[in-house]
């Protein structure tokens, strides 16, 4: 089993600044990949960022140049840094985690996820 904590989120004015943070524990040797999911109302739940054990990352389009997505190992914590925010990032944040071989491609593909965190966009 893996517990995901978040933390961060809130309400920000467009063009700031928030950092989320996703701790994990448990069964965490068995993690593959770790990153954040989001889902505005009325919409599905989108990739924004992910990394792997590897480093490998992958940004949502509409995020690249803007949100950056880290890990500290010595944690077992991801960071998703994000700037530049506009009112369409509004939405409920979740961490999501995949353990091997998934890689957090699709939200199927996530075998864990945190209770979310709402970042909030005004303009």
């Known amino acids: 089993q893996v517990q995901l904590v978040e933390s961060g989120g809130g309400l920000v004015q467009a063009g700031g600044s928030l950092r989320l943070s996703c701790t994990a524990s448990?069964?965490?040797?068995?993690?593959?990949?770790m990153g954040w999911y989001r889902q505005a109302p009325g919409k599905q739940r989108e990739l924004v960022a992910r990394?792997?054990?590897?480093?490998?990352?992958k940004y949502t389009d509409s995020v690249k140049g803007r949100f950056t997505i880290a890990r500290d190992n010595a944690k077992n914590t991801v960071y998703l840094q994000m700037n530049s925010l506009k009112p369409e990032d509004t939405a409920v944040y979740y961490c999501?985690?995949?353990?091997?071989?998934?890689?957090?491609?699709?939200?199927?593909?996530?075998?864990?996820w945190g209770q979310g965190t709402q970042v909030t966009v005004s303009s």
């Open positions: 448990g069964s965490i040797f068995s993690i593959n990949a």
């Open positions: 990394i792997t054990r590897n480093d490998n990352t």
């Open positions: 999501a985690a995949g353990l091997w071989p998934r890689d957090l491609q699709t939200p199927g593909s996530a075998d864990y």
